[in-house]
C-alpha cells in the first residue's frame, strides 16, 4: 500500500498493435504449457494408444514389414494429434467465456484479430513438441526419418493446425455456453474426417461415392502429403496438394476466427 | 479535459430479441459522472445494470444513444475507451489454467506495460490486496474471496482513472466483503479513482457510495445520495407505544397536530407514522403529549433503507422485484442469482463464511 502511494502513474493511452498484441496473447496462452509440460504428455495418450494398439494390427493384416507399415501409418498419427488435439482446443476458450476470463480480455485494448490470431498460433507448440514425441517413439521400431522431410513435415502440421484450431475457435465463439453443441458438432465432424481421409486403413479398397467424398476432404491431403516428406519425396505432387489444402484451411479458419471474435461480447 | 464529466451517457438504449420476442433491457439512460465520484448503479437483478455497464465499457454496443467515457466515444473510438478504463465483471477475470501473478504480468502487457514495469505494478497490487499467499497458485485453486481480488488487482493493473465493478461483491462472505471495500476505498483516497459500481445489495450502496442511481425495469428512477434519497423518498418510521388503546386513540390527534403524514393505529395501543426528520419530529411529539397529559410508554424511531426508497418508488421492495424479471443479457449468471435478494444472500454468505478461506 506504501509502495502504491509513491506512484502517480499518467493514464495508459496505448494504441491497438495487431503484432505485439497477437504476441502478448500467444505468451500469455504458452504459459500454462511452460508451467506444466505434462498436460502435452496426457494428451499424448489417444495417439499412443493407436500407434500401440492399432499399428499391430495393420502390420498383421498388411502383411508387411515393420517398417514399412510405420512409415505409412506414423504420418497419419502425426495429422490425428491435430485432428484430436487442435481441434479440441475450441473448448479451453468456451471454458474462459463461461467463466469470465475472455469478458476481461475483450475490454482490453487489445486488436480483436490478435485474440484469436494468437490463440491460434500457440497451437503449433504442443503440435511440434507431441509430433516429435511420436517420432522418436516409433524411430527404434524401424520408422526412418528424413529431415528436411520431417522439417516441412512439422511446418505443414503447423499451418494446419492454426487453421484447425481456428475453426475450433470459431465454433467456440458461436456455440457461446452451449457446451453440448460445441462437442456435438465437434464429434460428428471429426469421426468422418478421420476416416476420410484413410488415415487409419487406406481409401483403396473402399467404394467409389467414399474416395469420392475424400478428395475434398482437406485432412486427406494434409495426411499424403506428410507420408510424401516423411519418405524424403519432398518434390511429390502430393506434398503441393497437401500445403495448398493445410493453407486454404487456414485462410479460411483464421478469416471466420477473427469474424465471429469482431463480433463476441 | 479535468472538467469533462468521466462519463456522458446520452439516451443509451439496448435491446435484445428473446425468442422472436424484443426485449428492451436499457431505455434512454441518460446522466453525467464526474472525475472522482464513488457511484453505485442500484436495482434488482434484470433491472439492466450490467447490461448498461456493458455498454459503457464497449463490450456490446447501444441499440441507439451513445456515451462518452473517459472523453471517448463509446461507438467511434472503443479503443480510446478501453484502455482508459478497468472492468471488473461478474465473473472470475482470471483464466481458470492461469496462476494468479501470470495473469497480472500478462494483463500488464495487454495494456502496453513493459515487462519491468508490469512486474513492479504486480508486485505493488500483490502486496495491497494481500494476494502474495496464492499468486503461485493456479485461479482454479483459489477461494471465492481471494478470485475476487484478483479481479479487483487485474482491473488496476494499469491503473486507470475509472474503474467499472459489476457486483463486486455478489457470493462473498461479510469479512471478505467488508476487506475489499476497504481496498476500493483507499484506491480512492490515494489516487482519486472514479468507481462505477453495480450492486443489488442495498446496505452496500448505502454504506459506501456517495451517489445511488435506482434502476429499475431498464431506467434510471432516482438519482441522488443516499441520504437524500432516504430523507425525500423514505422517512423515518415512528412508533409510539401507550399504556391503554384510550390514549393511543387521543395521541393520534395530538401527533397528527404536528405533522402532515398521516398517523395510524398499529396494534393494541400504539401509533406509527412514516416522516422525514423523524428524529426531530420523534422528541417534541413525546413533549407534546406529555403537555396533553398522555404518557409515552414506548418510543422507537427506525431511520429509513434504501429498500423504503425503492419500495416508494416501485410499489415493490428489492427483493421482490429481483424474483421473475430477467431482461438482461447475461441471463445465465443472473440467474442464479434470482432469488438471491438481501435476506436470502445473507443467508447464503452465513454459510459460506467458514469455507471461504480454505
Given at each position: 500500500?506504501?509502495?502504491?502511494?509513491?506512484?502517480?502513474?499518467?493514464?495508459?493511452?496505448?494504441?491497438?498493435?495487431?503484432?505485439?498484441?497477437?504476441?502478448?496473447?500467444?505468451?500469455?496462452?504458452?504459459?500454462?504449457?511452460?508451467?506444466?509440460?505434462?498436460?502435452?504428455?496426457?494428451?499424448?495418450?489417444?495417439?499412443?494408444?493407436?500407434?500401440?494398439?492399432?499399428?499391430?494390427?495393420?502390420?498383421?493384416?498388411?502383411?508387411?514389414?515393420?517398417?514399412?507399415?510405420?512409415?505409412?501409418?506414423?504420418?497419419?498419427?502425426?495429422?490425428?494429434?491435430?485432428?484430436?488435439?487442435?481441434?479440441?482446443?475450441?473448448?479451453?476458450?468456451?471454458?474462459?467465456?463461461m467463466?469470465g476470463?475472455?469478458?476481461?480480455?475483450?475490454?482490453?485494448?487489445?486488436?480483436?484479430?490478435?485474440?484469436?490470431?494468437?490463440?491460434?498460433?500457440?497451437?503449433?507448440?504442443?503440435?511440434?513438441?507431441?509430433?516429435?514425441?511420436?517420432?522418436?517413439?516409433?524411430?527404434?521400431?524401424?520408422?526412418?526419418?528424413?529431415?528436411?522431410?520431417?522439417?516441412?513435415?512439422?511446418?505443414?502440421?503447423?499451418?494446419?493446425?492454426?487453421?484447425?484450431?481456428?475453426?475450433?475457435?470459431?465454433?467456440?465463439?458461436?456455440?457461446?455456453d452451449?457446451?453440448?453443441?460445441?462437442?456435438?458438432?465437434?464429434?460428428?465432424?471429426?469421426?468422418?474426417?478421420?476416416?476420410?481421409?484413410?488415415?487409419?486403413?487406406?481409401?483403396?479398397?473402399?467404394?467409389?461415392?467414399?474416395?469420392?467424398?475424400?478428395?475434398?476432404?482437406?485432412?486427406?491431403?494434409?495426411?499424403?502429403?506428410?507420408?510424401?516428406?516423411?519418405?524424403?519425396?519432398?518434390?511429390?505432387?502430393?506434398?503441393?496438394?497437401?500445403?495448398?489444402?493445410?493453407?486454404?484451411?487456414?485462410?479460411?479458419?483464421?478469416?471466420?476466427?477473427?469474424?465471429?471474435?469482431?463480433?463476441?461480447? | 479535459?479535468?472538467?469533462?464529466?468521466?462519463?456522458?451517457?446520452?439516451?443509451?438504449?439496448?435491446?435484445?430479441?428473446?425468442?422472436?420476442?424484443?426485449?428492451?433491457?436499457?431505455?434512454?439512460?441518460?446522466?453525467?459522472?464526474?472525475?472522482?465520484?464513488?457511484?453505485?448503479?442500484?436495482?434488482?437483478?434484470?433491472?439492466?445494470?450490467s447490461?448498461?455497464?456493458?455498454?459503457?465499457?464497449?463490450?456490446?454496443?447501444?441499440?441507439?444513444?451513445?456515451?462518452?467515457?473517459?472523453?471517448?466515444?463509446?461507438?467511434?473510438?472503443?479503443?480510446?475507451?478501453?484502455?482508459?478504463?478497468?472492468?471488473?465483471g461478474q465473473l472470475?477475470?482470471?483464466?481458470?489454467?492461469?496462476?494468479?501473478?501470470?495473469?497480472?504480468?500478462?494483463?500488464?502487457?495487454?495494456?502496453?506495460?513493459?515487462?519491468?514495469?508490469?512486474?513492479?505494478?504486480?508486485?505493488?497490487?500483490?502486496?495491497?490486496?494481500?494476494?502474495?499467499?496464492?499468486?503461485?497458485?493456479?485461479?482454479?485453486?483459489?477461494?471465492?474471496?481471494?478470485?475476487?481480488?484478483?479481479?479487483?488487482?487485474?482491473?488496476?493493473?494499469?491503473?486507470?482513472?475509472?474503474?467499472?465493478?459489476?457486483e463486486?461483491?455478489?457470493?462473498?462472505?461479510?469479512?471478505?466483503?467488508?476487506?475489499?471495500?476497504?481496498?476500493?476505498?483507499?484506491?480512492?483516497?490515494?489516487?482519486?479513482?472514479?468507481?462505477?459500481?453495480?450492486?443489488?445489495?442495498?446496505?452496500?450502496?448505502?454504506?459506501?457510495?456517495?451517489?445511488?442511481?435506482?434502476?429499475?425495469?431498464?431506467?434510471?428512477?432516482?438519482?441522488?445520495?443516499?441520504?437524500?434519497?432516504?430523507?425525500?423518498?423514505?422517512?423515518?418510521?415512528?412508533?409510539?407505544?401507550?399504556?391503554?388503546?384510550?390514549?393511543?386513540?387521543?395521541?393520534?390527534?395530538?401527533?397528527?397536530?404536528?405533522?402532515?403524514?398521516?398517523?395510524?393505529?398499529?396494534?393494541?395501543?400504539?401509533?406509527?407514522?412514516?416522516?422525514?426528520?423523524?428524529?426531530?419530529?420523534?422528541?417534541?411529539?413525546?413533549?407534546?403529549?406529555?403537555?396533553?397529559?398522555?404518557?409515552?410508554?414506548?418510543?422507537?424511531?427506525?431511520?429509513?433503507?434504501?429498500?423504503?426508497?425503492?419500495?416508494?418508488?416501485?410499489?415493490?421492495?428489492?427483493?421482490?422485484?429481483?424474483?421473475?424479471?430477467?431482461?438482461d443479457?447475461k441471463t445465465t449468471t443472473e440467474n442464479q442469482e434470482?432469488?438471491?435478494?438481501?435476506?436470502?444472500?445473507?443467508?447464503?454468505?452465513?454459510?459460506?463464511?467458514?469455507?471461504?478461506?480454505?
Amino acid at each position: 500500500m506504501t509502495a502504491e502511494s509513491t506512484h502517480t502513474r499518467p493514464d495508459t493511452a496505448v494504441r491497438a498493435n495487431v503484432a505485439r498484441d497477437t504476441w502478448s496473447v500467444l505468451i500469455r496462452e504458452l504459459k500454462p504449457v511452460v508451467r506444466d509440460p505434462f498436460t502435452l504428455i496426457f494428451s499424448l495418450v489417444q495417439p499412443l494408444v493407436f500407434l500401440g494398439l492399432f499399428a499391430p494390427l495393420l502390420i498383421g493384416s498388411s502383411g508387411q514389414p515393420v517398417g514399412e507399415t510405420l512409415q505409412w501409418f506414423v504420418p497419419g498419427v502425426l495429422v490425428m494429434i491435430v485432428l484430436f488435439g487442435t481441434g479440441a482446443t475450441g473448448s479451453n476458450l468456451q471454458y474462459e467465456m463461461m467463466t469470465g476470463s475472455h469478458e476481461r480480455t475483450l475490454v482490453a485494448p487489445l486488436s480483436r484479430p490478435s485474440l484469436l490470431v494468437g490463440r491460434a498460433l500457440k497451437e503449433i507448440a504442443p503440435i511440434v513438441v507431441q509430433a516429435l514425441i511420436i517420432v522418436l517413439i516409433a524411430w527404434p521400431f524401424g520408422f526412418t526419418i528424413n529431415v528436411p522431410g520431417l522439417v516441412i513435415g512439422l511446418a505443414l502440421l503447423a499451418v494446419f493446425g492454426v487453421g484447425l484450431g481456428s475453426l475450433s475457435y470459431t465454433l467456440a465463439l458461436k456455440t457461446k455456453d452451449r457446451e453440448w453443441l460445441f462437442w456435438g458438432v465437434q464429434q460428428t465432424l471429426i469421426f468422418p474426417l478421420l476416416i476420410l481421409s484413410g488415415m487409419l486403413l487406406p481409401l483403396d479398397a473402399a467404394p467409389a461415392w467414399m474416395r469420392a467424398v475424400s478428395t475434398v476432404n482437406p485432412v486427406n491431403w494434409v495426411v499424403q502429403a506428410e507420408r510424401a516428406l516423411f519418405a524424403g519425396e519432398l518434390g511429390d505432387i502430393t506434398v503441393l496438394w497437401g500445403w495448398i489444402a493445410a493453407l486454404a484451411l487456414a485462410v479460411l479458419g483464421l478469416w471466420a476466427g477473427v469474424r465471429a471474435m469482431r463480433k463476441s461480447s | 479535459m479535468t472538467n469533462e464529466p468521466i462519463i456522458q451517457a446520452q439516451g443509451l438504449t439496448k435491446r435484445f430479441t428473446v425468442k422472436k420476442k424484443t426485449v428492451e433491457a436499457v431505455t434512454d439512460l441518460t446522466f453525467e459522472v464526474a472525475r472522482g465520484e464513488l457511484v453505485a448503479f442500484l436495482g434488482p437483478n434484470g433491472a439492466g445494470k450490467s447490461t448498461s455497464l456493458r455498454m459503457l465499457t464497449t463490450l456490446i454496443p447501444p441499440s441507439s444513444g451513445t456515451a462518452r467515457v473517459v472523453g471517448y466515444d463509446i461507438l467511434r473510438r472503443p479503443g480510446d475507451v478501453r484502455a482508459r478504463i478497468g472492468y471488473v465483471g461478474q465473473l472470475t477475470s482470471g483464466s481458470f489454467a492461469q496462476r494468479a501473478r501470470d495473469e497480472l504480468l500478462s494483463q500488464g502487457a495487454f495494456y502496453g506495460m513493459s515487462k519491468a514495469a508490469s512486474r513492479i505494478r504486480a508486485d505493488e497490487l500483490i502486496d495491497s490486496l494481500d494476494l502474495a499467499s496464492f499468486a503461485s497458485r493456479s485461479v482454479q485453486q483459489l477461494s471465492g474471496g481471494q478470485k475476487r481480488r484478483l479481479d479487483v488487482a487485474l482491473g488496476l493493473m494499469h491503473a486507470p482513472p475509472l474503474i467499472f465493478l459489476d457486483e463486486p461483491s455478489t457470493g462473498l462472505d461479510p469479512q471478505s466483503r467488508a476487506n475489499l471495500w476497504q481496498h476500493i476505498l483507499d484506491l480512492r483516497a490515494q489516487h482519486g479513482t472514479t468507481v462505477f459500481l453495480t450492486t443489488h445489495y442495498l446496505e452496500e450502496a448505502d454504506r459506501y457510495a456517495e451517489r445511488v442511481m435506482v434502476m429499475d425495469k431498464g431506467r434510471v428512477i432516482a438519482d441522488d445520495t443516499a441520504t437524500r434519497l432516504k430523507a425525500n423518498l423514505a422517512g423515518d418510521l415512528l412508533t409510539l407505544g401507550f399504556a391503554s388503546p384510550i390514549d393511543a386513540d387521543q395521541a393520534i390527534g395530538v401527533v397528527q397536530g404536528l405533522t402532515d403524514r398521516e398517523v395510524r393505529r398499529d396494534g393494541v395501543a400504539s401509533i406509527t407514522l412514516t416522516a422525514p426528520e423523524g428524529d426531530a419530529l420523534l422528541p417534541s411529539a413525546v413533549r407534546a403529549l406529555d403537555a396533553a397529559g398522555i404518557t409515552v410508554a414506548r418510543a422507537t424511531g427506525v431511520p429509513p433503507t434504501l429498500d423504503d426508497v425503492f419500495l416508494a418508488l416501485t410499489g415493490r421492495t428489492l427483493r421482490e422485484a429481483g424474483e421473475g424479471d430477467e431482461t438482461d443479457d447475461k441471463t445465465t449468471t443472473e440467474n442464479q442469482e434470482q432469488d438471491a435478494g438481501p435476506q436470502a444472500s445473507a443467508q447464503a454468505e452465513a454459510s459460506v463464511t467458514t469455507g471461504a478461506e480454505r
